[in-house]
């Protein structure tokens, strides 16, 4: 076991998030991005768009504790929220994916989610004296093709980030930033916790795959299989936990790696029990807590920040005992629902 990389850091977030060389931001990409991105047009029966899934209002999440599939059954992953996105180095859970550009595809093919051919979403746009006049701007001279679609939406995907919180103020300096137990959980996940040799840098991430013993719910995964560290900004406003969203609050995800995993017979988890006290998990809660930041649009002409986006997911553990008070209350505004 051991300390795995070269002693791994805790660092802010701040800025914008990189692009690809063929792809830089601009406002009118980013605009014609962001319609696509809450249009049904881009399902086959045109009532689902991206936002079906990642919902503004929820953090681009679902609020459930995994997809909900087009046959009304669930899938067998819960839906990531999109935030800080843009600067993740692969897409999905097992990084099948490298680019933003390259997933947007995916969930048109898969017929479990929006079950349309990416040619006839090209017909369609192509057809629409709407997004015809939107595409003139973003990408003047160009025919429409899938790939302009993609790097649309891939450009509206990385004006959405998330930082200044606690943490980030108190690494940049203000003492008093973060509660004296945010501090000692932070001291406790860098030392006996353990959690820094994956979870680390500014998004929190090693940006590489382990297994951490997770239990398989059902049969879908093959056990054993490596998913992506993720990002623990923003953590404790998600709505379940694990790619496959086993776990539905952050005191059982403690538990999981207090206990060293729950890896089923013959299989050796990359975590092992810490022998954590209750005060020591409570601190590590508020450090996690001290992570939720302020959610920011950044607009074209990167890296401007305008328009603070409200407060949205509510927060899914908050134990008793935890200081600082987080509202827990959900942002209902229908003008951002499916637009
Ligand atoms: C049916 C719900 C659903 C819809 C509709 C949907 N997604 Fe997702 N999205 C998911 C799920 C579930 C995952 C995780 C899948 C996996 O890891 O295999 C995911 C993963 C992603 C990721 C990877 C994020 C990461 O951190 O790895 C991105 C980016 C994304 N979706 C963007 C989109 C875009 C863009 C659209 C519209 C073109 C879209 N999604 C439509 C449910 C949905
Ligand atoms: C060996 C690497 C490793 C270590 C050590 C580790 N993690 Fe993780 N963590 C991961 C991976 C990989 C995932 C994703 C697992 C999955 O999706 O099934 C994850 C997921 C999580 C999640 C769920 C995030 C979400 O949205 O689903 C939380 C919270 C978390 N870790 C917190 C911690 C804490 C706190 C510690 C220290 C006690 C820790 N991790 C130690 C690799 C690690």
Redesign the pocket.
Known sequence: MGIASSSPKLEPLSGAPPYPPGNPPTESKIRLGEE??FDSI??GNQR???S???KRELHFM?GLS?????DESE?S????G?LN?GW?R????????KT?EE??S???E?H???ALDPDEAVARIRSDPFYVRLFANAFPGEEITFGLVAKA?ASF?RTLVSYDSDFDRYMLGEEAAMTPSAKRGMELFQTKAECIRCHNGPLFTDHDFHFTGVAERDGHEKRGTKY?TQSLRDSLRRYSYM?NGRMMNIRQVLEHYNRGGSAPDGLEAEIRPLGLAENEKDDLVAFLRSLNGRVHRLTGGFPELEETLPEAAPESSAPSSADSGESGAAVDDPSYLNR
Do not use: A, Y
């Open positions: 696509l991105f881009l399902s689902r768009s991206c079906t899934c990642h679902d995994r997809g909900w599939g087009l899938l992953r819960k839906t990531p999109l996105v993740q692969s897409m999905f859970f097992d990084g099948r994916v933003l997933q947007v995916k969930p048109l898969n479990r989610e929006m939406i995907e992506k790619h």
